[in-house]
């Protein structure tokens, strides 16, 4: 009798033991950073990159570039709470990295503009709180890449409508404090809002502001008939196609007429479209052919004398015999006068030699002054 009671208390204890034990480790495993009203205008870079939860609301963060970059390198966080900040748009991966976290809340700043990939790689977050903000207009595509979102908390912002995906699925959804406009434009959110298995916290606060009609009616029973908005649509669509194509004919009849009529009224002849290649090559053939006889001008006297310029050498030494006969031979074929003497030869020569160019130094001058001595 007496060992059940030890055997229970052991068992008791051992229980005890066990959940404390548990409760150790979770606590544990959780790293909370707590910066709040401290007047932050930066997030902390030299924070533990295993922080579960980061908490700095009530600071004067605009989540920068340099922001978000601290922000990816927190990967296990889990919670982040930048709420009542001075955020004022949500660009595009803003926390992309941060694939565990499961709750981010941005209330209460000044968010006036959210990307459509605002949200993209939080395929962990449940819950999402974007109220007391200015939003004005949002899509239901913002919050696609959030595959376990469950909770979405817009109330008072300034939403008119909120155009949302039939596919779209919630387990709770806030809407109140925003002046929504119950018009065909917010059909496809009531059609949603009634369909699916979501729950509208503060249904009865969540009406209609515009039309005077209906203002004070829940959004979800106002009486917005899809026949309606059908009709209107094709109203709509009937009154602006034609007049649209009404414009477009009268600006190209006025277009036509006046490119094909003069001041007068008479027909003016239009230029060939697709012949202004041709006036360019006519252009360009005529500047190059003058460019071309500009530079033969030039450059013809130069040729000229280059080509009847004599090119002298040296004379070889077995070469002196055959120039001694051809000389001979030249100086005979002259003809001669009476009242000449011998010297006549040598004068003439002289005189030849008298009126050559200059030579280059390389002349047979040479020979022909030993060929006058031995004469």
Known sequence: VNMKPSWLVIWAVTLVLHSVTAVYNITSQTVTYEESGKNLSDIPSNLFQNITKLSLKNNKITLKDTDKEILRSFI?????YLNENLITVLYNNSFCNLTKLVILDISNNHINTVHKAAFAGLKQLSVLNLSCNAITQLDSDAFTSLESLMVLNLQHNFLKFFHIKSSFILIKIVLAGNPWTCSCELLDLQLWLNASNVTMENENNTVCTFPNTMEKFSIKMAAIQPADCKTERASLEN???????????ALLRDLTTDNTTGNNGTRAELPLLGKSWIFLAGVL?????TTLLIFTAIKCPTWYRYLISYSHRRLEENDSEMFEQEFSADVSSFPTESGTNDEDPIETLEEIHAFAPEEDGFIEDKYIDSYVTEE
């Open 239 to 249: 009154t602006v196609t034609p007049a649209i194509k009404l414009k477009s004919s």
């Open 285 to 289: 053939g005529f500047v190059l052919s």
């Open 76 to 80: 296990n966080l889990i919670e982040l």
